[in-house]
């Protein structure tokens, strides 16, 4: 989880926040997939997006760039789905409740041997608490890893939860919850990092405390319509 992706605005004294690593979909999603290839052709990867989601690099590849800045310089970013509705919605700066974002990236080939020490690294971080991230404007408060969510010779699945404040409490906005779902995977020869993230905003969202099972759901639906899509 790259909690320096959480970009906040202030307008005229008026805090309005936009999520820009996390699903920017709130409505219901469908548990049918859709297709989508990278229209530049650096990838032969289906991505299987969840149907109602809409890749936002193909669009506005600026918005892209500003989304992923963060990311480390080996990955390269393919893709980051959300829902139209919230697309719209986050062009707007207003605020989304509870949102959640599906980005795809590619690192460069590498050896079955690298693949499984890149694996082990992974492994390793998903247990280690990491309190000095920098997180833009905001705080980080807590960094919970919840471990190993999923693995097999191919993939390996971890995930976290972050709560984060902002610096003072004047704005409108009191904290930020996330759970993420990080999942390297290795399919037709490509290595690809795909990244689950949901976010709650309180005091705007008033359901029902944020878990990590509906994320963890999420991602591994997402990587099951993946591997279904490239069967052959």
Request: charged share 25%; with cysteine; net charge neutral.
């Amino acid at each position: 989880m790259n909690l320096r992706r959480i970009r906040t605005y202030a307008p005229l004294g008026t805090l309005v926040v936009v999520c820009s690593f996390s699903v920017l979909f709130a409505v219901q999603v469908a548990t049918s997939c859709e297709s989508f290839i990278d229209p530049k052709g650096r990838s032969s990867i289906d991505f299987a997006p969840l149907s109602g989601l809409i890749d936002i690099c193909s669009r506005d590849e600026l918005m892209c760039f500003l989304l992923m800045v963060d990311s480390p310089e080996s990955r390269k970013t393919l893709a980051v789905f959300v829902s139209s509705e919230e697309w719209e919605r986050s062009r707007k700066f207003e605020v989304i409740e509870h949102s959640r974002s599906m980005s795809v990236q590619r690192v460069d080939s590498m050896s079955i041997e690298k693949f499984k020490n890149a694996k082990d690294d992974v492994r390793k971080r998903a247990y280690v608490s990491d309190q000095n991230q920098p997180v833009g404007a905001l705080q980080l408060k807590e960094d919970i890893p919840l471990g190993v969510v999923e693995e097999a010779d191919d993939m390996i699945s971890t995930a976290r939860l972050a709560r984060l404040t902002p610096p003072t409490n004047e704005g409108l906005l009191k904290s930020v919850t996330t759970v993420s779902v990080l999942t390297l995977l290795r399919l037709k020869s490509e290595i690809l990092f795909l990244e689950t993230t949901e976010q709650w905003m309180f005091p705007f969202y008033s359901g029902p405390e944020p878990s990590s099972e509906s994320t963890k759901r999420l991602a591994k639906q997402w990587l099951d319509c993946i591997r279904d899509k490239n069967r052959n």
